[in-house]
């Protein structure tokens, strides 16, 4: 069965951090582009932040630009969003999704999702 599952998601205060996971079953990730997105309560689902198959490219929007990270480890077919001086804005519940494309991103197209993450940034 394929499928993507999201991991490392809870409950932290303004200014922390959490790092996400996106792991893959079922197939290997090294031929997928992947791209994080995020829901809001009464929000419009949003792509964050994306990286290309080969992981030469990268993409944040503004908002989480110098604050988030995305990484791969090919070997361990997990994808990660490391945030760090998060904001109450930031509380969403979080995806993962799949494309098959080695050298570019986007937020569409999606081949595979996950079920999602909840990140809530409150004091």
């Known amino acids: 069965q394929l499928q993507l599952v999201e991991s490392g998601g809870g409950l932290v205060q303004p200014g922390g951090s959490l790092r996400l996971s996106c792991a893959a079953s079922?197939?290997?990730?090294?031929?997928?582009?992947i791209a994080w997105f995020r829901q809001a309560p009464g929000k419009e689902r949003e792509g964050v932040s994306c990286?290309?198959?080969?992981?030469?490219?990268?993409n944040y929007i503004d908002s989480v630009k110098g604050r988030f990270t995305i990484s791969r480890d090919n070997a361990k077919n997990t994808v990660y969003l490391q945030m760090s001086s998060l904001k109450p804005e930031d509380t969403a519940v979080y995806y993962c999704?799949?494309?098959?494309?080695?050298?570019?991103?986007?937020?569409?197209?999606?081949?595979?999702w996950g079920k999602g993450t909840l990140v809530t940034v409150s004091s």
């Open positions: 999704a799949a494309e098959r494309r080695l050298l570019t991103c986007r937020y569409s197209g999606m081949d595979y």
């Open positions: 079922g197939f290997t990730l090294d031929s997928y582009a």
């Open positions: 990286i290309s198959g080969r992981g030469g490219m990268t």
